[in-house]
């Protein structure tokens, strides 16, 4: 455990002003390492705070809970718990791993903590580099994770990194640390357990030390990613603004940097859930942005959606919203695109955000829609139909605002107005007759 306490000393350099926020499952590792702190504090008098998520998964879990609550009270350790009541559809170890760090966060802020310190260990940091290269991740992503994570006001520490399992239980034995076992961590059926099961014990019996390669292998690949990031930060703003990549821009870089754009961005949208986005995803949007097609959209993990628009490709967030609709106009209407629709008395302009209707020609009551399978519009300069879809693509909407674009058709669902886009034959100019007029605003 020298090495432990040498980071925690030395490097970390813990005094009494300190509070950390230990996230503490109760088993041994956890345990471990809480040890290790409650001995520390005894010379150095920082706070700890032990932080424990009942995953509310297993029957022995309220027991794990009454168990290290009444271990800290017998040490005088503030505990802080919490339960998850409910998952959702989602993968469960990606959702409570969100909830509990979540949590921890919030503990952060309460006790306006230094440091949050969780107990992955040597052995752990291999399984999770291994199951990413297997799997597919970013160059960050095959480090694995890092011992130190500096945040604006704290920093996550992974203490233990330099031991394994091995050195943990043979810590616990000599020091009488008792801790209690999770049955899920031994059954095969999930992914980690099988590499701990299967593959760790080969690479050690190969190297009995072969946690010390893996860190440097993760200290090396996080030594090249801040390198590259760095050539990264003086390009990414001449091609990335608000959530947008300049495609035209875009494909005069370096095709290296052109990819390792990409990996930051989905590193910013994802944090530390690396897990959840691979190598596939990255060429599905590099395939994207070459595509020959001016419109398309793709779908990434956590309702992630990539919009290409002509010389534009979009990241953005799915919200769940009103797509079809339709209503009467009768004086003002607010409409799902943010946009309103308003009938005045006078205006000067006569743009296409602008309607000018003489109400003799059509029928009313005026009503608004999105747009249907097949619809078109009477335009009086073509003196004939065009198709919605092909004005939308004269205009170059993009595809995502398409299903929620306001039009404008009289009771006989004959399209008026396109607002902001096309008129119709039914639109009359100013010098022409008219009674209604309609402002989009």
């Known amino acids: 455990m020298k090495e432990v306490i040498n980071f925690l000393v030395s490097d970390i350099k813990l005094k009494n002003s300190d509070t950390i926020i230990l996230g503490n499952s109760a088993g041994p590792d956890s345990m471990c390492l809480f040890d290790i702190l409650l001995k520390l504090r005894d010379k150095y008098k920082f706070n700890i705070v032990c932080a424990h998520v009942n995953h509310n998964v297993r029957k022995e879990s309220l027991k794990e809970k009454e168990f290290l609550m009444r271990y800290c009270y017998e040490r005088n350790i503030t505990f802080e718990t919490m339960t998850i009541e409910k998952y959702g559809d989602d993968n469960f170890h990606n959702q409570a791993r969100k909830i509990r760090y979540n949590f921890f966060y919030d503990l952060v802020r309460k006790y306006d903590a230094n440091y949050l310190m969780t107990a992955h260990h040597g052995d752990d940091l291999i399984e999770t580099i291994l199951m990413r290269i297997v799997r597919g991740s970013t160059l960050k992503g095959y480090s694995g994770f890092s011992k130190v994570v500096v945040n604006d006001d704290f920093k996550i ?221 009477f335009l009086k300069k073509l003196n004939g139909y065009k198709k919605v879809k092909d004005i939308f693509i004269d205009c170059k909407v993009p595809v995502k605002e398409r299903d929620k674009w306001p039009i404008v058709v009289d009771s006989q669902d004959r399209i008026i107005w396109m607002p902001g886009l096309k008129k119709s034959k039914f639109t009359k100019l100013k010098n022409e007759k008219y009674d209604i007029i309609i402002k989009y605003s």
């Open 157 to 377: 520490v992974r203490p233990l990194i330099y031991i394994t399992k091995d050195d943990i239980l043979d810590y616990n034995k000599v020091n009488n640390i008792p801790y209690v076992l999770d049955s899920s961590n031994f059954k095969d059926k999930y992914t980690r357990n099988r590499y701990r099961m299967n593959i760790l014990p080969f690479l050690k019996k190969e190297d009995l030390k072969v946690h010390d390669k893996f860190i440097k292998f993760s200290e090396t690949l996080e030594e090249y990613d801040e390198f590259i990031n760095r050539e990264i930060n003086k390009k990414i703003n001449k091609v990335y603004h608000d959530g947008k990549i300049n495609i035209v821009l875009y494909k005069q870089l370096d095709y290296l940097i052109q990819k390792k754009i990409i990996y930051f961005i989905l590193e910013q949208i994802y944090k530390d859930d690396l897990m959840t986005i691979n190598d596939k995803h990255v060429k599905l949007i590099m395939n994207l942005l070459n595509s020959k097609r001016a419109n398309a959209k793709l779908c990434l993990p956590r309702n992630i959606e990539v919009y290409k628009c002509y010389d534009y490709l979009e990241f953005s967030k799915e919200i769940k919203e009103i797509v079809n609709y339709e209503m009467e106009l009768i004086k003002f209407a607010v409409l799902p695109n943010g946009h309103k629709l308003e009938i005045i008395d006078k205006i000067d302009s006569n743009n296409n955000n602008v309607c000018r209707i003489d109400s003799s020609e059509i029928s009313l009551p005026l009503y608004i829609r999105t747009r249907k399978l097949g619809d078109k519009m």
